[in-house]
């Protein structure tokens, strides 16, 4: 069962095993070199890790919708396409279940973080466009599983 939780949702696997070596350092009580609760700790932090990328990159992913949507012009667009779907594969690539859950449920957070970047973007490079800061696109969009905004 671990090994396909492994295969199948790695950062759900990575806090169960932290959970499992705790535990196994508690049975141990300090009767060998490992250092449970710090091996624990790292294998735990594997996982959180993927979470914080997947959480980046969906920041990333929408920060260029915002542009897209808010710019007039044509000339960046291609870029902000490009940057789009760069950050989809490699979103898609540290989605587990679980993650994917916890993305979505961040997902209103993340479209305020992106907006402010966008904006900020703007300040200098697009002075007379407005980020539609409204906007919100579902996680299946982001990723252009359904109504790819990139189409």
């Known amino acids: 069962?671990?090994?396909?939780?492994?295969?199948?949702?790695?950062?759900?696997?990575?806090?169960?095993?932290?959970?499992?070596?705790?535990?196994?350092?508690?049975?141990?009580?300090?009767?060998?070199?490992?250092?449970?609760e710090r091996v624990a700790e790292e294998v735990e932090d594997m996982g959180k890790s993927e979470f914080d990328a997947a959480l980046s990159l969906t920041v990333t992913a929408l920060e260029h919708l915002f542009k897209l949507a808010a710019q007039g012009r044509v000339e960046p667009h291609g870029h902000w396409r490009k940057e789009v779907r760069a950050a989809r594969g490699n979103l898609k690539r540290k989605l587990t279940p679980t993650i994917r859950r916890k993305v979505e449920a961040d997902l209103e957070a993340l479209h305020v973080e992106a907006a402010e970047l966008a904006a900020d973007a703007f300040l200098t490079d697009e002075p007379d466009a407005s980020i539609p800061t409204e906007r919100r696109w579902t996680l299946p969009q982001i990723l252009g599983e359904a109504e790819d905004p990139l189409a």
């Open 1 to 36: 069962m671990a090994s396909d939780l492994y295969e199948t949702d790695y950062y759900l696997w990575t806090q169960a095993q932290a959970e499992a070596l705790r535990a196994a350092g508690k049975r141990a009580r300090g009767s060998n070199a490992v250092e449970w």
